[in-house]
T-cell receptor, first 115, second 111 residues
Framework: DTAVSQTPKYLVTQMGNDKSIKCEQN?????MYWYKQDSKKFLKIMFS???????INETVPNRFSPKSPDKAHLNLHINSLELGDSAVYFC??????????????FGPGTRLTVT | SQKIEQNSEALNIQEGKTATLTCNYT??????LQWYRQDPGRGPVFLLL?????KEKRKERLKVTFDTTLKQSLFHITASQPADSATYLC??????????FGTGTRLLVSP
């Protein structure tokens, strides 16, 4: 009964390829997120969706496109992969929205290696 | 510029002692602050949340303080155990569910 799951766990691909990472949460949460954790372990938000609507879109290259088919799923598609995209990508979810404070539940991460 | 600073060097303590981790921030006005634990190869796990109008929060052996004047949060683990060894991340809540994370402090508790 995994709360936030991601697939795949590891992804090794060549520069220029297009790849997708999938995320699903079974917590009934309204808000989902994508984070990137670089080699220095710095965790930075990329996108956030609330009830399938994009609410946070940080300064991320437009090669990255999130898609939320429903409240329980948030996928990340990356076009024309570059070496600098190598990182661990975490999906997360939380209840509610707006300015209220809620804890976030993170998935296990997807380690992307671009060669 | 905006910054969140946590001790970049690992904190080494002996089992049974109290570990104190710091989180300092500049040019933010967070409505709340959260602490997470991250083990190698895994996603962060939520530990505690404290709001700007709260001075202190406790949960079992954990205690967090939040001083909006000093722009600092302290995270304490009392009676530390080797199983507490992990990286601890502070995160500022800056609105609309947006968390801005610090770089984390690695805690090593030796038996």
């Amino acid at each position: 009964d995994t709360a936030v799951s991601q697939t795949p766990k590891y992804l090794v691909t060549q520069m220029g390829n297009d790849k997708s990472i999938k995320c699903e949460q079974n917590l009934g949460h309204d808000t989902m997120y994508w984070y990137k954790q670089d080699s220095k372990k710095f965790l930075k938000i990329m996108f956030s969706y609330n009830n399938k609507e994009l609410i946070i879109n940080e300064t991320v290259p437009n090669r990255f496109s999130p898609k939320s088919p429903d409240k329980a799923h948030l996928n990340l598609h990356i076009n024309s992969l570059e070496l600098g995209d190598s990182a661990v990508y975490f999906c997360a979810s939380s209840q509610g929205g707006g300015l209220a404070a809620y804890e976030q539940y993170f998935g296990p991460g997807t380690r992307l290696t671009v060669t | 510029s905006q910054k969140i600073e946590q001790n970049s060097e690992a904190l080494n303590i002996q089992e049974g002692k109290t570990a104190t981790l710091t989180c300092n921030y500049t040019n933010y006005s967070p409505a709340y602050l959260q602490w997470y634990r991250q083990d190698p190869g895994r996603g962060p796990v939520f530990l505690l949340l404290i709001r700007e109008n709260e001075k202190e929060k406790r949960k079992e052996r954990l205690k967090v303080t939040f001083d909006t004047t000093l722009k600092q949060s302290l995270f304490h683990i009392t009676a530390s155990q080797p199983a507490d060894s992990a990286t601890y991340l502070c995160a500022l809540g800056t609105g609309f569910q947006k968390l801005v994370f610090g770089t984390g402090t690695r805690l090593l508790v030796s038996p």
